[in-house]
């Protein structure tokens, strides 16, 4: 797909490491309002590059709760575990452009340099044999400019890193495997969650290194939980419910800071969706994380919940 389609893109991207939770909603949702209050096209991958990280089934699960919460795609999902082929042309580009190299360097050589790589293997010129492959970092991104928080500076130390771009087990990196779909799926701008604002400008220095475009990044708040951690599948985040939806839509609407339908009990999810859609604004969201306490995961589970929610 040519990525200098003028229309606003979007994408959700989840990792097939377990079912959607509370979490994954609010950056579905963000992701979906955002390119729909634009007129654009939403789009699904399904990130699964890591197969000892996958759980058996949760990928078609997650397409099914996509679609159960109204949250429908446009076109064909692509899958990462059918891109290899185009994760090794960008490999071999780089390598031929002279933009990468092998490094054998250990994890815990590294944490013992205070966890950023120091170059070591850079004039080494070493084989492929149980190496990584690293990019060669001629160009760091210091920061870039967020859509809600404004500009973001990155640490020196990690910009400036030489990072794996094929790891040492044989398996594509993330910050490769990501740059490379989005550009093939035209992605203008990418909607998600303010735990991956870090490695945002390694991949901007992928795409200034392909000479691609580089989308537009808007990075929303998390759902935490009473000790201040993200909810994650890591951190075994109850699964979104079946069901009536409409709640948990609500919940997700109120931790983005947008307006909620009145009477919304009365809406089909649809119309709740439609609605926030036309409602939708970046400048209502708020940037701080929101802190959900743990029966708040299931929002509506007593009179009193619903109370406080529906206010």
């Known amino acids: 797909m040519n990525s ?13 490491s377990g079912d959607l939770h509370f979490g994954s909603l609010i950056a579905a949702l963000g992701s979906y309002l955002s390119v729909r209050a634009q007129h654009g096209r939403w ?19 997650i397409l099914k709760q996509l679609a159960h919460y109204g949250l429908h795609w446009d076109g064909e999902v692509v899958w990462q575990s059918q891109r290899h082929e185009a994760y090794r042309d960008a490999l071999s580009w780089l390598q031929q452009q002279r933009q990468s190299y092998f490094c054998t360097c ?10 950023f790589y120091d170059g070591h293997c850079r004039a080494l010129h070493l084989p ?56 093939f799926q035209g992605v203008t701008e990418i909607v998600r969650g303010a735990d991956l604002i870090e490695p945002t400008v390694r991949q901007i220095a992928l795409y200034q ?23 994650s599948k890591q951190n075994h985040a109850p699964a979104l419910p079946t069901g009536d939806v409409r ?7 109120r931790v983005l800071g947008q307006p909620i339908m009145d009477c ?10 439609q609605h926030a859609v036309t ?4 400048q209502l969201i708020p940037q701080q994380n929101a802190r959900i306490a743990d029966e708040a995961t299931s929002p509506f589970l007593n009179g009193s919940q619903q109370a406080m929610i529906s206010r």
């Open 4 to 16: 200098s389609i003028s229309s606003c893109v979007g994408r959700f991207a989840p990792s097939p």
């Open 43 to 61: 789009l699904v991958r399904i990130e699964d590059i890591d197969p000892p990280r996958e759980v058996a089934g949760a990928a078609t699960r």
């Open 106 to 115: 250990t994890r815990s050589r590294i944490q013992q340099l205070g966890g």
């Open 128 to 183: 492929a044999e149980n190496a990584a492959l690293r990019l060669r970092q001629h160009a760091p991104v210091y920061g870039f400019d967020d859509r809600l928080r404004g500009y973001l500076a990155a640490e020196a130390s990690l910009a400036e890193e030489d990072f794996i771009i094929h790891r040492r087990d044989g398996l594509f990196a993330y910050n490769l495997a990501v740059v490379v779909d989005d550009h």
């Open 209 to 231: 290194q392909f000479d691609w475009p580089v989308p537009a990044y808007l990075h929303l708040p998390l759902a935490v939980n009473h000790d201040g951690n993200k909810l």
């Open 247 to 253: 709640p948990w839509l609500i919940h997700a609407l």
């Open 264 to 273: 919304w009990q009365d809406a089909t999810v649809e119309q709740l969706l």
């Open 279 to 282: 409602e939708w604004s970046i």
